[in-house]
Nanobody, 120 residues
């Protein structure tokens, strides 16, 4: 059993900062891809930032220079530091990871989502 649990969302004023965390737990042998996505009502889920299996990062153009993705391999945790937040960053943020279990199966896992609201 593998679980991804996000935390750190909330309400923040424009220009403010938040740090999201996503901790993976369970029978984990290895994590390759890890990423953050976001979704607003009526729209498709979109990639915000990600780590590839080789460790390279990618960002959506709308967040470049403001958001930073990082990871702590020892804790199986990925973070998203969000600075200079804008109202258009308001969304439910989801963590995603490709995880190989000790049983040898590779799966695509999602967290439950955490709400980020940017408003004055």
């Amino acid at each position: 059993q593998v679980q991804l649990v996000e935390s750190g969302g909330g309400l923040v004023q424009p220009g403010g900062s938040l740090r999201l965390s996503c901790a993976a737990s369970g029978s984990i042998f290895s994590l390759s891809y890890m990423g953050w996505y976001r979704q607003t009502p009526g729209k498709q889920r979109e990639l915000v930032a990600s780590f590839s299996g080789g460790g390279s990062t990618a960002y959506a153009d709308s967040v470049k220079g403001r958001f930073t993705i990082s990871r702590d391999n020892a804790k199986n945790t990925v973070y998203l530091q969000m600075n200079s937040l804008k109202p258009e960053d308001t969304a439910v943020y989801y963590c995603n990871s490709h995880i190989t279990t000790w049983g040898g199966s590779l799966g695509n896992y999602w967290g439950q989502g955490t709400q980020v609201t940017v408003s004055s």
